[in-house]
């Protein structure tokens, strides 16, 4: 089992909670990094080692207020990631919160979201 991997939040970074014991796993806030490969690198290795010994079910929640173009790229990345994890007859549902009147965020999470399989929701803060 992956050790707590937690990242508290910035002005340009996310903060990151991805806790498998506790069934924790959560990103939000603001991502404008300028690396954000170097950012999202440990993130993403973690949830690939998780992978390895998933939860019976993986309920991982986006939060984000904001997030630029190289960020949205990462993110997929996790998608894809969470993917396989499902492919390994795994249960894994992506639950991405937008703030009420904040309609870009919510057609990003639509669109980025269509291009997986996985079930997810998109709900209103």
């Known amino acids: 089992m992956p050790e ?3 990242l508290p939040k910035s002005e340009d970074k996310p903060w990151v909670i991805l806790d498998q014991e506790e069934n924790i796993f959560e990103i939000g806030g603001r991502s ?3 690396n954000s490969e170097k950012l ?3 993130i993403k290795k973690w949830i690939t080692e998780y992978g390895n010994s998933p939860n019976r079910l993986t309920n991982f929640v986006f ?3 904001y997030f630029n173009s190289s960020s949205a790229r990462r993110i997929i990345e ?3 990631i969470l993917k396989k994890i499902k492919e390994g007859n795994n249960e894994v549902k992506i639950t991405w919160y937008f703030e009420k009147d904040d ?3 919510k057609e990003k999470g639509h669109e980025m979201l269509s291009m997986i399989e ?4 998109i709900l209103e803060i």
Do not use: A, G, H, T
């Open 63 to 65: 939060k984000f207020d």
């Open 4 to 6: 707590r991997f937690e």
């Open 118 to 121: 996985i079930p997810f929701d």
């Open 103 to 105: 309609i870009l965020l």
């Open 78 to 80: 996790i998608f894809l």
């Open 32 to 34: 404008l990094p300028e």
């Open 40 to 42: 999202f690198s440990p």
